[in-house]
Every structure is written in C-alpha cells, then in structure tokens.
C-alpha cells in the first residue's frame, strides 16, 4: 500500500511505517452536494471531518444569515411604538437567540479554520473560493 501523505509503500494497511500516518483514517474531500444551509446546523465533530473549502462555504452563508438577522433586529428596534404588537418581546427575544445561536456556530467554524490555516478570512468571495478551488484542483491532478 502507498501511504497517501509521504507517499512511500508500506506493507502495513492501518499506519504508515515511515511517517505513522493512520491509513484508516478518510481523508476529507470536496463535498460537491453540500448544501450549506443545512449543515450550518451540524455538530463541532461532523464540522471537523469536512473539507477546508465546505467550511468556507457554510462560514459565508453563516455570516450571510447573521447579517440579516442582525438587520431585521435593528428594524424591529426601531420600529416606532405604534407598529409594536403584543408579541414585539417575544419575537425580539426570539430573534436575539437565532443571532446568538449563528454568532455560535460562525464562531465554531472560524476556529476549525484557525486549527488548520492558523487563520480564519475576514472575507470569503468568489474570488478567494475559486483561488482555494483552482489551487485544489492543481495539487490533486499533481
């Protein structure tokens, strides 16, 4: 078996002779059917086992939901008193968990990031994820 991180042969099927790399272990991919609203509500430890990429693409529509979360919360506030109904504190109150719970899970991602890239982007666009994309596609074909 080649090991698939020092890429020398080895006898052993579960570590690596040479490096101890666990050869068990699945190495994350791509997930070109991921939809990120849905796997925004995923545990820590899923989040983990997915590609660098995947997580940039649910930290950006993570950031995307706060953000109008956070908009409709400073609309709500600023209604005028009349437009305010009998269940303005609950929604309010409702509205202030969900922000809470996104800020949460955006900060969940942003530390995965960091374990990994000793960072986290400030700003995830089409430019940054087609730059990671291209660069993937180069190592992988290599």
């Not at 209604?79 to 968990?97: F, L, M, T």
Request: proline share 4%.
């Amino acid at each position: 078996m080649i090991c698939s991180y020092c890429k020398t042969e080895t006898p052993n099927h579960e570590t690596c002779d040479f490096c101890q790399a666990d050869l068990i272990k699945k190495r994350p991919k791509i997930n070109e059917l991921l939809i990120p609203d849905i796997s925004m509500n995923w545990k820590q430890p899923r989040l983990e086992t997915l590609h660098t990429y995947d997580l940039l693409l649910i930290l950006r529509h993570i950031r995307a939901e706060r953000t109008t979360y956070y908009r409709i919360m400073q609309m709500v506030r600023k209604a005028p008193e009349e437009a305010k109904n009998d269940n303005y504190e609950e929604n309010n109150e409702y509205g202030q968990q969900l922000y809470r719970e996104l800020t949460a899970r955006k900060n969940i991602i942003e530390q995965i990031l960091v374990d990994r890239m000793g960072y986290f982007p400030k700003r995830i666009d089409d430019k940054l994820l087609n730059a990671l994309y291209e660069k993937i596609e180069r190592n992988v074909s290599t």
